[in-house]
């Protein structure tokens, strides 16, 4: 069996097996260096890239498809994963034309025009240094690419990947976000770095020390130095119940 | 045709003209007498309710069926509409099963174990005095409720309403919502009195003055008096260019 035909009877199977018309995409978010990177699968033998995704069995919740998806990719538990936006144009195509993609994937015997997918977009927030990227059966390889940098991508990913941008700037002004993507002990600088990464632009440090701080949920970790110099500085940690509560207070799902 | 057959052959010609597995569910928001209300559909012969809604035909956008949806329930152009959760669990039947939904519906004989909708929800905020709601097809009556009387609805609509009216308090904080629920010519305590409805709770009218005129959102109507006391007010009409120009820069759809 060669490729294409792997690819459509898989694609059968699958196809029988999940809920027509639905399929997820998964923007999952890494920081690295002080830049923030979603992971992206390239398709066999070729160099387009795509996000993550996926489809949801007859009988699972769609909440539940999205962590079984997110698993698989990372092959990590306990996930920050949040639904952000339905991606439902008729022409989800940003680059390429619909039959133009299946031909540059190699399987234009499947292309339909009446077919169709919405996609129910998903963001995660990882910890990039836990992460081991796995490519699924179709793809060459899973990697990093910093939001600066993305190819043009398959489909309309590029703008999901601007629209779960965007729903992560906003929600930084209600919500804890550091706890998902930072190792489990940072200082201060660390953490502001982050926010500064996601927003795009610089913070005040003593009104984000402040605002960190009225939300209750760091302590300092016991491997702190208990003076603070420039070159070693306190030491945090997330207080875990107090960060879970105010995910509870917004409904967010963690996988 | 009786009743049961015309909604069975309805049925069953509408799912061949839209997609399988979406349907779409509306939250039309309307302020009056100090009361957040939503419109709800009761169902023929019955006393059973439930939100507005309908499926997306096979060549539209899922944003343009919702904006369809909305106008052939309220007859109106130019309405604030927004997707705000998918909801897609397998079981989405709060207060009755879909075996009883279907029975109290009258339409047992389309009961099927292995049909499913995910739904894909909106919410949208209309002048309250400006709706002539209408009921559609398999509905005796269209009407405002109270949020805080509302009944036991079908399937997970209470849930859909609840999830619905936590965003749009969310959206408070960094969003002026009061342009589609206020009539045109309105005082400062309308609206805080709106916000203090949707928020549920007192705001400080000084605070609440001085943010409203951050947003530079507002002008003093024509109508207004030069001097106000308790009686005569200052009266207030929204300026339209940078309250659109607020909506686009968070992307925010007007249908």
């Known amino acids: 069996m060669n ?12 196809f029988q097996n ?9 923007v999952i978010f890494g920081f690295h ?5 979603v992971l992206l699968l390239r398709w066999k033998g070729g160099d387009y890239w795509m996000l993550p995704g996926g489809r949801v069995y007859k009988k699972e919740d769609v909440d539940d498809a999205a962590t079984r998806i ?14 952000f936006h339905v991606f439902g144009k008729l022409n989800r195509s940003s680059y ?12 234009e015997n499947l292309y339909s025009p009446d077919f169709r997918d919405v996609s129910v977009g998903y963001y995660a927030l990882v910890e990039y240094t836990k ?24 489909f309309d990913h590029n703008d999901i990947i601007r629209v779960a941008l965007k729903t992560l700037r906003r929600q930084l002004s ?45 302590e300092l970790s016991e491997s702190s130095p208990k003076i603070a110099s420039r070159k070693t500085p306190y030491l945090y ?16 799902t963690i996988g």
């Open 3 to 14: 490729f294409q035909e792997e690819v459509q009877k898989f694609i059968q199977e699958h």
């Open 18 to 26: 999940t809920l027509p018309t639905i399929a997820l995409d998964l």
């Open 33 to 37: 260096e002080n830049q923030l990177k």
């Open 70 to 83: 997110l698993r698989e990719r990372t092959k990590l538990e306990m996930l920050f994963l949040q639904q």
């Open 96 to 107: 390429f034309s619909a039959q133009e993609t299946y031909k540059l994937l190699g399987i």
């Open 131 to 154: 992460v081991n990227p796995v490519a699924d059966n179709f793809s060459d390889e899973c990697r990093w690419w910093s939001i600066d940098e993305l190819p043009c991508l398959l």
């Open 174 to 218: 209600y919500q804890p976000v550091g706890y998902n993507l930072l190792p489990e002990i940072f200082s201060m600088t660390d953490l502001q770095s982050l926010y500064e990464t996601i927003l795009g632009r610089q913070l005040d440090r003593r009104n984000f020390y402040k605002q960190m701080m009225t939300y209750g949920i760091l």
């Open 237 to 252: 940690r997330f207080k875990k119940e107090r960060y879970e509560q105010l995910l509870d207070d917004e409904e967010l």
